[in-house]
């Protein structure tokens, strides 16, 4: 499912070694920007900054991971493709609901086949059983917190709610991008 | 590439002669791969054993060897094609 022409900041992708490090930085990274906005929203209360810059990477998890829009390391998990791509000479391509995608038909470039497609579905299995988990230890952090009356309870919610939504977004690529091997051990 | 002596069935539980079949026509992964509808990676995977092919790939890369399913996959070992072909080595050629 990997991209393999894809190259993060110079580096190729077909090495596992290569994603690995990527991961563990980009998660290194997330819990840095977490932290700040912690630290931030509990002296200083939530601003507009700090939401600002969460939605900003929210946006960007897609495009460098891949998986939930094209462009990415990953090849994107439906052939339907947002935004819009060109159709290609002589596929006139099929809008979908709310015109949202268009089937590019012709063209089988990053549209996955049938083992991907059942990665696909087993690595979502996979993360949605983790991230239930990761909700309810939130959960309970957020109850015991509550309990507690800790003085910034009030502004733990949305820092909650940006890490459950990053794991949502992009633990299903990570997965990906930590355990598929290197593309020359397939060959 | 696995042996045919010593096929992987990897975690599928399926052995298969891909590999053999395109060494021995001179097929890559990627001609394979077109002919079949897949990407070619999905090929090294099967070769490996670490996926089982569906029941409509599986016809496919029969169509594309022209032979019978059985003779490209099973869930026993294949032996090998010498063995098949000229029989077991006899006790006093060992």
Known sequence: ?187 | MPSNENPASGENGLYNRIAVLRAERGISRQDLADAVGVNYQTIGFLERGDYGPSLKLAFSIAEYFKLPIEAIFSTQPFRPLSEQVYGSPREDQR
């Not at chain 1, 499912?1 to 580096?11: A, N, T």
């Not at chain 1, 819990?31 to 960007?60: K, T």
């Not at chain 1, 996979?126 to 957020?142: E, N, P, V």
């Open chain 1, 1 to 187: 499912m990997i991209v393999e022409s894809y190259r993060f900041f110079g580096l190729h992708v077909r090495r596992r070694r290569t994603r690995r490090a990527i991961m563990v930085v980009y998660w290194l990274f997330i819990a840095l920007v977490c932290f700040g906005f912690a630290r931030h929203e509990i002296h200083h209360g939530a601003e507009e900054f700090g939401s600002m810059a969460a939605f900003v990477l929210l946006l960007n998890i897609g495009n460098v991971l891949g998986g939930v829009r094209a462009g990415g390391m990953i090849k994107p998990y439906s052939d339907v493709h947002w935004p819009p791509a060109s159709p290609a000479p002589g596929d006139e391509g099929e809008l979908t609901l709310f015109g949202s995608g268009r089937r590019t038909g012709a063209s089988r470039r990053g549209v996955l086949d049938e083992r991907e497609k059942n990665e696909r579905n087993g690595v979502h299995f996979l993360a949605y059983t983790l991230a239930r988990w990761f909700a309810l230890l939130l959960f309970g952090i957020y109850a015991a917190f509550g309990w507690a009356h800790v003085a910034w309870f009030s502004q733990i919610g949305p820092l909650m709610v940006f890490l459950l939504t990053l794991v949502l977004w992009s633990l299903p690529q990570s997965i990906i991008l930590w355990s598929e091997p290197d593309v020359e051990e397939v060959l």
